[in-house]
């Protein structure tokens, strides 16, 4: 049951703690020893039903009668599971906002929506609730909530950490994510669920800016990335960070996606046929994102689709149009070309960054809205959020979201994104430099 004092972001308590060893065996130090946590409604643990973020799912479906490997894993390193959080319903949402459940209370803008889909694991690490939370992040689950309640957040590359006893929501983008306050924590959690290959690198030392990104994608230009390079001068000195980040360059991402990625011209041309071409941001930014929903419309509707014909679910606004529009589309046409874009933006973004390399983007178009704003009113800002929120998206590359403080009282941030199987170098990365 949820607390008063838990923003709203608890959906059910209870306690989960690795059994003590025997007694007299000699034991190792765990790496996340005494650390709380918190899991999002879509981990399965034995015994309790996962919810969805739905009642008509949580009456449809049986308790789990097992856990989340990931769960495991990280009690079984010593931390203590606290709870299950809210979600947005059936993970398809980036606003954090549950008609059914309420909407998890953000700490650092109470009149702002938390941001979702994993609203109430972003919540709980911000209130000081736990020491860090699991999410997923499919569009932008894990990104969004981080940036709007002031906590990093990390996607981690597609496919690196094990998605068994997760509710799949769409496969080619399902990753399981996690927040914290304390870039530490952060890393250390990467150390225990994130496989060998990926959870040791060397540091990036070249950083790579979009100027298109931040001219044409965010309500504050380049001030995001202007801020993260004076905080970081600041903090550790012009000469370390000269010596950590040698090479600072900046490009243009448009132009270098257009030229490298082929199959994404098939989406530019139907956005104009469509007479779309007046939508907010970049082209070729829009085609990616267009791309990326229409493939995770075409994998929910794979997923879900029946049961959703089938229990017709009470689901809240935007939720509502968003799951009736993904069960009832036909675009099969189209999905050989959204495979093709991921397979080709993958090589050519890590071609651009290679081993050595960090991508700076801002993480969404501008501060979190105001609760229950008309939906119309925001057309503009998912628009651009979402041409954002594909590049690590369509790519499967990692991306974490870096907390910079307040500007006029509302959370500011920026992310940094790394090759596949570029975690490990990203969360050094993010350690060392805060």
């Known amino acids: 049951m949820k607390g008063k004092d838990d923003y709203g972001a608890f959906l059910e308590k209870f306690e989960l703690r690795a059994p003590p060893p025997p007694e007299g065996s000699t034991t190792r130090l765990l790496p996340l020893r005494g650390l709380t946590f918190a899991v999002k409604d879509m981990f399965d643990i034995s015994g309790h039903v996962t919810c969805f973020g739905n009642p008509d799912w949580a009456r449809t479906h049986a308790a789990a009668t ?104 769409a496969q080619s983008f399902d990753t399981v994510g996690w927040f914290s306050r304390d870039s530490m924590i952060l890393a250390r959690v990467g150390e225990v669920v994130l496989p060998p290959h990926v959870s040791n690198s060397d540091l990036p030392s070249r950083v790579l800016i979009p100027d298109d990104c931040f001219q044409h994608l965010s309500s504050s230009g380049s001030r995001p990335c202007e801020i993260f390079t004076e905080s970081i001068t600041k903090a550790i000195g012009p000469d370390i960070l000269r010596f950590i980040i040698s090479d600072l360059i900046h490009l243009d991402l448009g132009e ?100 050595n390399g960090a991508l700076v983007l801002p993480t969404l178009p501008g501060p979190p809205p105001k609760l229950n704003t008309d939906p119309s009113l925001l057309k503009d800002f998912r628009s651009k959020a979402f041409s954002l929120l594909s590049i690590a998206g369509m790519s499967g590359l990692c991306q974490v979201t870096i907390p910079l403080g307040m500007d006029d009282d509302l959370p500011m941030s920026i992310s940094l994104l790394a090759r596949h199987g570029g975690d490990g170098s990203l969360l050094n990365l993010v350690k060392t430099l805060y």
């Open 66 to 169: 097992t856990t989340s490997p990931v769960v495991l894993a990280v009690i079984r390193a010593g931390a203590i599971c606290v709870g299950k959080t809210v979600m947005d319903e059936m993970g398809y949402s980036i606003d954090g906002q549950n008609k059914h459940y309420g909407t998890p209370t953000n700490p650092l803008a109470k009149d702002r929506v938390p941001g979702g889909s994993s609203s109430g694991s972003a919540v709980a690490v911000a209130a000081k609730l736990v020491d860090f939370a699991l999410g997923t992040d499919t569009g932008g689950s894990v990104r969004v909530p981080a940036s709007y309640c002031g906590i990093l957040g990390i996607r981690p590359s597609h496919g690196v950490v094990d998605a068994a006893g997760v509710v799949p929501m």
């Open 256 to 355: 270098y996606i257009t030229n490298n990625v082929p199959s994404l011209h098939y989406f530019m041309h139907r956005l104009l046929d469509a007479s779309t071409s007046k939508n907010a941001g970049i082209p070729v930014f829009s085609a990616l994102s267009h791309a990326m929903q229409t493939l995770q419309r075409f994998e929910f509707k794979s997923n879900h689709g029946d049961w959703v014909n089938a229990t017709r679910p009470d689901l809240g606004p935007g939720i509502f149009e968003r799951v009736w529009e993904a069960v009832k589309t036909v675009d099969e046409d189209a999905i050989p070309h959204c495979y093709s874009v991921r397979s080709e933006l993958r090589a050519a973004l890590d071609e651009l960054l290679k081993d």
